[in-house]
Every structure is written in structure tokens, then in C-alpha cells.
């Protein structure tokens, strides 16, 4: 549960969510539902959570399926830590 807090608190900073950062949930679909995750939102995303978690993401890991969900954002950054 805590990574997927600090995966959300991230989402929500560099997106500006606000208020909005409280309905976000594991199943909440990101790509095409949160109008401000563009690609180059994502870019901003993936940096941030490089900083927060002290991982190196390769581009060629990153995927439509990587932000499918928040919790599948999570496992994706759990899966990092665990390397």
C-alpha cells in the first residue's frame, strides 16, 4: 500500500490532479481517462518516479500497458525495486 500512495502522490504532482488525486484507486484507468497524461506527461511521470524510488527506467520498457492502471503503474515500479 505504501508504494502505490507514493506512485499516486507522484501521478498527482506532476499532473496537477489536486482533489481529484482521491478517487484514484489500483483499478482507476489512466491512459485516456486523466485528460493531462499525454506522452509527454508520461515523460514527466516516469522522471519523477525515477527521483522518488531511485530507479533507471529504459524507454523500452515503458508501454500503453505500463499506465493502463494506477495499481499496474505500482507493479511496475514494485518490479523495479525488487531488480
Known amino acids: 500500500m505504501q508504494n502505490f500512495e507514493a506512485v499516486r502522490d507522484v501521478l498527482s ?8 488525486k482521491d478517487f484514484l484507486e489500483k ?3 489512466l491512459l485516456g481517462n486523466i485528460p493531462e497524461l499525454d506522452s509527454m506527461a508520461v515523460v514527466g511521470v ?3 518516479l ?6 533507471t527506467v529504459d ?8 499506465f493502463q492502471t494506477l ?6 515500479i514494485e518490479q523495479k525495486l525488487a531488480e
Open 13 to 20: 504532482d506532476v499532473l496537477s490532479l489536486g482533489d481529484r
Open 27 to 29: 483499478d482507476s484507468i
Open 46 to 48: 516516469i522522471a519523477a
Open 50 to 55: 525515477e527521483k522518488r524510488f531511485g530507479i
Open 59 to 66: 524507454a523500452g520498457e515503458i508501454s500503453a500497458k505500463t
Open 71 to 76: 495499481g499496474g503503474l505500482t507493479q511496475f
